[in-house]
C-alpha cells in the first residue's frame, strides 16, 4: 500500500513540474550603453596622477537579463577597473526598484581595465583632497561620474530586460594557453618575485600556475537558431594597453573579431576570470604582445570553439541565483604605521619613493577609510544557475588563480565560469601560500591571510546547493 501511494505521489509531481518546465523557456535580453568620462579626467590603473587626453575605444556597460517564470537576474559588465561596493550597492537598489528584478539577483562588476577612469580608490580621493587645496576646486572631480555611472546602469539593465526574448542557451570551454602567464616567479635566492623581466637569468620557474580555460555561454536565436551573444570569461589582466586614451583594452579587438565571425550585432559580455597573478607578459621573450593581437587571439579560439561543437546544450533551463556574504577581517596597522602612512601619500607618485613602499602606503590609508564601516568587509559571493550544466560564480576583489581553479574543480556543473571583481573592488585576495611568500599582491591586500579560502568554500557550498 505504501508502494502504491509513493508511486501515485511521483506521478502526480512529475505530471505537475513537466508542463511547467516547458511552459517556461529561458529568456534573455542584451544592451549596450556607452560609459566613457569627459576629456581630460584622471585614469586609473598605476600609481601616479594620469589625466586622459582622448579615447581609443569607448567604453561600455554591458547587461544580460535572464528570465525563466517569475525568475529574473541580471549579470552587468562594466569596462572599469571596477567598480567599488558603494556604487554597486547604490545602482543595484535604483535597478531594483526601476526593473523589479531583486537586488539578490544583480550583480555589477569591471572588466579591470588599466585605461579607464579613476573614479574611487584612496588615491582617487588624495588627489581630489590635494586639487581643492591648492585651487580651492577639483576640475576632475569624480564624484558626478559616480553619480552618472549609477544612472547608466540603471539604463542598460532596464534596456536589457525590455529587449528579452526567448534563447537557446550553449556553453562550455575553450582552451587558450598562448597568451597568459603567472607574474610570480621563484628566484635563484628562494625569493618570489612579481614581474622580474623578460629574460632574467635569476628566475627558476613560476610560482604558480594558470587557467588556460575560456567560459563561454553562448546565446542564439530560436527562430534562426543564430549566435546573438556571448558571455565570455578568462583570466588574464587588462593592462596591455598603457598610455592616456580610454580603452576597453583586449576586450576590444575580441568584440571585433567576434563581430566579424557572427555579425555586426553580436554582442560579447566578458567578465574577468580569477586572474590577481596572471597577466599577458612571458618573460622569454622580449617583445610583449598588446591588446589589439591578445583580444584577437582569444577572439579566434572563441570563434572556433563556437563553430566547431565546443559548446553543448545543458539541461532543462532552470534559472535561480543563490548567494552569501563572507566577513573577512581587516589587516591591522599600529597608530604610529598609520601616521607615516598618511605623511607618506604625498610622496606616492615619486620616483625616489620606492614601489613597494607607495602600495603600502596607499594600503594602510584606505584600510583606515574602510574600518570607519566596521573591522571587517562583508564579501559578497554569488551564483548564477543558468540550467542544470550551467554556472556563474561572481566573486569581489582581484582573486588569485588558484582559488578560482579550486572552485571550478569542486564545481558539480558541467561548465562554471568564475569572474571577479563583482560588486566590490578591495584590491588583492591572494592564497595563504602567497601571503607567506609576499610581494606585491599580498603587500596590496586589505584582508587578512585565509579570506581567499573562504570565498571558496562559500561558493563552492553555493554551487552544491544549486545543482
Known amino acids: 500500500m505504501k508502494l502504491l501511494r509513493l508511486v501515485v505521489l511521483l506521478t502526480m509531481i512529475a505530471g505537475c513540474i513537466l508542463p511547467v518546465r516547458a511552459a517556461e523557456p529561458l529568456r534573455a535580453g542584451v544592451a549596450l550603453v556607452e560609459i566613457t568620462p569627459p576629456v581630460p579626467f584622471r585614469m586609473s590603473g598605476y600609481f601616479f596622477e594620469r589625466l586622459s587626453t582622448g579615447t581609443k575605444d569607448p567604453l561600455f556597460a554591458r547587461a544580460v537579463v535572464f528570465q525563466q517564470g517569475k525568475e529574473t537576474a541580471a549579470l552587468v559588465f562594466c569596462d572599469l577597473l571596477g567598480v567599488p561596493r558603494e556604487v554597486s550597492a547604490a545602482a543595484r537598489e535604483k535597478i531594483g526598484k526601476t526593473t523589479g528584478i531583486p537586488v539578490a539577483n544583480i550583480t555589477i562588476t569591471g572588466t579591470h581595465t588599466h585605461t579607464g577612469p579613476l573614479y574611487f580608490t584612496v588615491l582617487s580621493d588624495y588627489f581630489h583632497d590635494r586639487?581643492?587645496?591648492?585651487?580651492?576646486?577639483?576640475?576632475?572631480?569624480?564624484?558626478?561620474?559616480?553619480?552618472?555611472?549609477?544612472?547608466?546602469?540603471?539604463?542598460?539593465?532596464?534596456?536589457?530586460?525590455?529587449?528579452?526574448?526567448?534563447v537557446k542557451l550553449t556553453s562550455g570551454y575553450a582552451v587558450e594557453d598562448r597568451i597568459a602567464f603567472n607574474r610570480r616567479f621563484v628566484m635563484k635566492d628562494g625569493s618570489v618575485g612579481w614581474n622580474p623581466g623578460a629574460k632574467n637569468p635569476n628566475i627558476v620557474r613560476p610560482a604558480g600556475p594558470t587557467d588556460p580555460q575560456v567560459g563561454i555561454v553562448l546565446l542564439s536565436s530560436l527562430e534562426k537558431a543564430e549566435p546573438q551573444a556571448a558571455i565570455v570569461s578568462f583570466a588574464m589582466h587588462l593592462d596591455t594597453t598603457g598610455g592616456t586614451l580610454y580603452s576597453a583594452d583586449y576586450v576590444k579587438s575580441l568584440s571585433d573579431r567576434l563581430q566579424r565571425e557572427f555579425g555586426p550585432n553580436f554582442k560579447t559580455l566578458f567578465g574577468t576570470g580569477t586572474c590577481g597573478n596572471i597577466n599577458h607578459i612571458d618573460v622569454t621573450r622580449q617583445e610583449q604582445r598588446k591588446a589589439d593581437a591578445l583580444g584577437e587571439l582569444l577572439g579566434d579560439t572563441v570563434a572556433k570553439a563556437i563553430q566547431g561543437g565546443a559548446l553543448s546544450s545543458g539541461r532543462e533551463p532552470a534559472l535561480a541565483v543563490r548567494s552569501t556574504k563572507v566577513m573577512a577581517p581587516l589587516q591591522k596597522y599600529r597608530p604610529d604605521e598609520i601616521a607615516k602612512a598618511k605623511a607618506n601619500m604625498e610622496r606616492v607618485g615619486a620616483r625616489d619613493f620606492p614601489f613597494l613602499e607607495t602600495v603600502e602606503t596607499c594600503k594602510i590609508v584606505d584600510i583606515e577609510r574602510l574600518r570607519k564601516f566596521g573591522d571587517e568587509v562583508p564579501l559578497e559571493v554569488q551564483v548564477f544557475r543558468l540550467d542544470g550544466d550551467t554556472a556563474i560564480v561572481m566573486l569581489p576583489a582581484e582573486v588569485f588563480v588558484e582559488l578560482g581553479l579550486a572552485i571550478k574543480a569542486a564545481s558539480p556543473f558541467k561548465t562554471t565560469l568564475v569572474v571577479e571583481l563583482a560588486n566590490d573592488d578591495i584590491a588583492y585576495i591572494p592564497t595563504k601560500q602567497a601571503f607567506a611568500e609576499g610581494n606585491y599582491e599580498p603587500t596590496n591586500s586589505r584582508v587578512v591571510r585565509g579570506t581567499g579560502e573562504k570565498l571558496v568554500e562559500a561558493a563552492t557550498t553555493l554551487l552544491k546547493e544549486l545543482h
Do not use: C, M
Open 131 to 166: 586639487a581643492v587645496a591648492k585651487n580651492g576646486t577639483d576640475p576632475y572631480d569624480s564624484a558626478p561620474y559616480r553619480a552618472t555611472l549609477i544612472e547608466k546602469l540603471v539604463e542598460v539593465v532596464s534596456q536589457a530586460k525590455a529587449a528579452v526574448a526567448p
